[in-house]
């Protein structure tokens, strides 16, 4: 692990300003992602501040009847919420399905959508990555890639987005609130705030430098049905190979969003429209621009059948 300097602060003003003021600074939390990239020296900030000290670990009610999420709540606490588990339910079991209970006590809801890809090129140094080094190529392409993307990549990059939590968060239109260097304000809707790979995939959302998340907030309940779906390798502390949340209504329609497909948690308006017709018309929309490789080809039918299974529980 490379030196670096370490800083508290007490406001996300404070926060945003040092990250400005220090070339090469990260914001820190739990540190569940940061630190072990740190230690294999994939980040190697040279100023880390610490944002722990920041008063935003609450959750509250809106005037409209949604919640703001604090972006220090840990995954735990979001989880175990009684209004989240009454009216978010697929968010709580999204949370639930991450990780391991001992790194959700320590996860952030912030830290949790910035977290970056578990590509295995991506960390290992020793091969091309154009996350982690830009113009050096993707060594996924002709490589072991039955853990990649099928649908929203480039030619120079396949990697998926980790998040299961951003996969709730997009079925459920978040809005993520964030404070800048300057003092102005932004509420970024999660639909437009991951960057699709394109030729700078080491680009992944749409902050600017020194940008912080203090919130995110959720709109007002939409009731129905509330499924979280993972497929993986075994049964805990695994990456999604699909996932799918969905909330399906009385009368038969809904929205749907998928995980471990793309660089993004996954959700077309066309396939919500398509609910009502079952999952191969959903699935047909969702993939209508898929381009696996050989070797995860097979994630296209299993994210149908997976639907397929999460429409006929929600149907009874």
Not at 153 to 161: G, K, R
Not at 217 to 245: C, E, M, N, Q
Request: net charge neutral.
């Amino acid at each position: 692990m490379k030196s670096f300097t370490y800083q508290r602060v007490k406001t996300p003003a404070e926060a945003a300003a040092s990250a400005q003021q220090h070339s090469n600074a990260k914001f820190i939390a739990g540190g569940t992602n940061l630190l072990d990239l740190m230690k294999l020296e994939i980040e190697t900030p040279a100023h880390l501040i610490d944002v722990n000290g920041l008063e935003l670990d609450k959750i509250e009610a809106t005037a409209d009847g949604g919640l703001r999420i604090g972006a220090l709540v840990r995954n735990t606490d979001l989880a175990a919420d009684a209004r989240v588990r009454r009216d978010y339910g697929v968010l709580s079991r999204a949370l639930v399905a991450g990780a391991s209970g001992q790194l959700r006590n320590q996860a952030t809801t912030a830290g949790n959508l910035l977290q970056r890809t578990r590509c295995p090129y991506f960390y290992d140094t020793n091969q091309p990555c154009n996350k982690r080094l830009p113009g050096s190529g993707c060594a996924a392409l002709d490589g072991f890639s039955r853990q990649h993307a099928v649908v929203g990549t480039s030619q120079d990059c396949i990697a998926t987005h980790p998040s299961d939590m951003a996969v709730a968060m997009r079925l459920l239109d978040a809005v993520v609130e964030t404070v800048s260097p300057d003092g102005s304000q932004r509420n970024i809707p999660i639909a437009e705030f991951y960057r699709a790979p394109g030729n700078t995939p080491h680009l992944e959302t749409v902050l600017n430098p020194g940008e912080l998340i203090v919130a995110v907030s959720l709109p007002a309940p939409l009731g129905g049905t509330h499924i979280y779906r993972k497929v993986r390798d075994r049964a805990s502390y695994a990456f999604a190979l699909v996932s799918v949340a969905a909330i399906i209504q009385p009368d038969n329609s809904g929205r749907v969003a998928l995980g471990g497909v793309a660089h993004q948690p996954w959700r077309l308006e066309e396939a919500d429209n398509a609910v009502i017709q079952g999952a191969k018309a959903v699935s047909d929309r969702l993939f209508a621009t898929a381009q696996p490789t050989a070797e995860n080809e097979f994630k296209i039918i299993l994210a149908q059948r997976t639907l397929a299974s999460v429409l006929a529980e929600a149907r009874g």
